[in-house]
């Protein structure tokens, strides 16, 4: 006759085995969706990258009461907590721009995630907001690698007519982060804010390990991952991206005063800095994305408090109404890089920009139903497909960026913009904090009204977005013309 505690050990194990093989059926499937399980480990190691700093920051967003009541601090001093890590990190993305394009970048990264660990645990033991404050500055200074590393990680892991949809699984891990800082350490942390950070700081170690292991790609994607069963295809060659072929077969003239014609590498910080911002689409999606992350910074850290007194929600609630909305994210970057890639195959030169620039426009447009109504269950779909639409344009806009520059300058151009961005990014919780306690008078409806006005510069990022359309294809044939320099040739072994 079976005991009961052998029954509880046959159903345990039986379970056990139905989860290991549900886990197994899964990780199957999404290795055909992703093309292999190399290419499958590659992209959610550089998703857990962008993950773990996303959760960072939602975590202190999702803390806010928590910190104002320990500390004894306000709105504004939240937002500067994230803002001094995000002004850190802008200046320290330039440098690692540099490094970007000289170093073995998988070792670098990996060193850089560590440090992420033991200042994410600095942080939950400091005694008061000055030495958070300087804790805080520590963290931005090397989650700043992350832009730079893993842009020409993705440019040279995989091939030019997938890389849309390649960012939109990788941003998707930014966007799962951010939910795992508001709905999981965020729910922690209404316990103990100091556990939260802990909690979060363990996985960067693990993280860590696994980069450095990951195989250095060839500098240009000579060497690059193409899907099980993928032919490789023209813009798969050393012919250039995608866009490209296409800016070639429709002889589009480039610009010639921006054609390179000596090897990138030899350029110093400023002369490449010059030459990046000279390119017209290039300042164009810089400035786009860069008010696309500013206004989704100030709803990352205010976010939870906006819901919980604009809806009369409670902070429970109000976490699982951003992690409803970040589904609406997470499938937005997905579609976004994807429909994006389609177009351009289709032989639409301008997909990429075109789709970026709708889903800016139809995002503000959302929002504003969203802002305004007390109804948490009206406020639902609006604020699902607002998300949807302010997450799509970025794969395709990450992608066209490296159809504009040359590869041996991905790195710097990278952390060039993300140096403008992060700036915006560190401004957003300062101003939306301030303008919320100092032009309309704090409490949930400072909120509201500061959220409203904060639409302006996203509906600017659409503005520019249609701008890039004129100028994107010139700006295209002109990397190519570059590529096609033989002095530009690239080097026989990966650095």
């Keep these: 006759m079976e005991t009961g505690g052998s029954a509880t050990r046959r159903a345990a194990a039986s379970a056990g085995a139905a989860v290991g093989r549900i886990a197994g059926r899964g990780s199957r499937a999404l290795e055909r969706t992703l093309g292999g399980a190399e290419r499958t480990r590659i992209?959610?190691?550089?998703?857990?990258?962008?993950?773990?700093?996303?959760?960072?920051?939602?975590?202190?967003?999702?803390?806010?009461?928590?910190?104002?009541?320990?500390?004894?601090i306000n709105n504004t001093d939240i937002g500067l907590l994230v803002s001094v890590t995000s002004l850190v990190a802008a200046a320290a993305s330039l440098p690692f721009g540099v490094l970007a394009d000289r170093v073995r970048r998988t070792w670098f990264l990996g060193l850089a995630i560590v440090l992420w660990g033991i200042a994410m645990i600095w942080s939950a033991t400091v005694p008061d907001f000055g030495q958070l404050l300087l804790a805080r500055l520590a963290l931005g200074a090397v989650t700043a690698a992350a832009g730079p590393f893993v842009a020409?990680?993705?440019?040279?892991?995989?091939?030019?007519?997938?890389?849309?949809?390649?960012?939109?699984?990788?941003?998707?891990?930014?966007?799962?982060?951010?939910?795992?800082?508001?709905?999981?350490?965020?729910?922690?942390?209404?316990?103990?804010w100091r556990a939260a950070l802990v909690i979060l700081a363990l996985p960067a170690f693990v993280l860590a390990w696994l980069v450095i292991r990951l195989p250095e790609p060839a500098r240009g994607g000579r060497d690059a991952l193409t899907p099980h069963g993928a032919e490789p295809t023209a813009d798969e060659t050393h012919d250039g991206t995608a866009a490209q072929q296409l800016a070639r077969e429709r002889r589009i003239e480039p610009e010639q005063e921006l054609v390179l014609t000596s090897d990138p590498r030899r350029m110093g910080f400023f002369e490449a800095t010059r030459y990046i911002l000279r390119v017209r689409t290039n300042v164009v999606l810089i400035l786009a994305s860069a008010l696309g992350y500013y206004f989704l910074a100030g709803v990352q850290t205010f976010g939870v408090e906006f819901t919980t007194h604009q809806y009369g929600i409670n902070q429970a609630l109000a976490n699982l109404l951003l992690l409803v909305v970040g589904a609406g994210a997470i499938a937005g970057v997905l579609a976004g890089g994807a429909i994006g890639d389609a177009l351009l195959r289709r032989g639409y030169l301008n997909g990429r920009i075109i789709v970026s620039a709708i889903a800016a426009a139809g995002?503000?447009?959302?929002?504003?139903?969203?802002?305004?109504?007390?109804?948490?269950?009206?406020?639902?779909?609006?604020?699902?497909?607002?998300?949807?639409?302010?997450?799509?344009?970025?794969?395709?806009?990450?992608?066209?960026?490296?159809?504009?520059?040359?590869?041996?300058?991905?790195?710097?151009?990278?952390?060039?913009r993300t140096f403008l961005r992060t700036t915006a990014q560190a401004l957003a919780p300062l101003l939306f904090g301030a303008v919320s306690d100092?032009?309309?008078?704090?409490?949930?409806?400072?909120?509201?009204?500061?959220?409203?006005?904060?639409?302006?510069?996203?509906?600017?990022?659409?503005?520019?977005?249609?701008?890039?359309?004129?100028?994107?294809?010139?700006?295209?044939?002109?990397a190519a013309a570059a590529s096609d320099d033989a002095r530009l040739a690239l080097p026989a072994a990966a650095s």
């Design 43 to 72: 992209i959610v190691l550089l998703a857990s990258v962008l993950a773990l700093s996303s959760a960072d920051a939602s975590t202190v967003g999702a803390s806010a009461t928590e910190l104002r009541h320990a500390l004894h």
């Design 152 to 192: 020409s990680l993705v440019g040279d892991y995989f091939p030019a007519f997938e890389r849309g949809r390649i960012y939109g699984f990788i941003l998707a891990g930014e966007l799962l982060g951010a939910g795992v800082g508001f709905a999981v350490t965020g729910d922690i942390a209404a316990l103990s």
């Design 363 to 416: 995002a503000v447009v959302l929002f504003i139903p969203a802002i305004f109504t007390h109804s948490a269950l009206s406020a639902v779909p609006y604020l699902i497909f607002a998300a949807l639409a302010i997450s799509a344009q970025n794969p395709p806009l990450d992608a066209a960026r490296l159809d504009i520059m040359v590869p041996l300058l991905w790195g710097r151009a990278e952390g060039v």
């Design 438 to 478: 100092y032009v309309f008078g704090g409490g949930h409806s400072g909120l509201k009204w500061t959220f409203a006005v904060m639409l302006l510069p996203l509906a600017a990022s659409a503005y520019f977005l249609f701008r890039g359309l004129r100028t994107y294809p010139r700006d295209v044939a002109t």
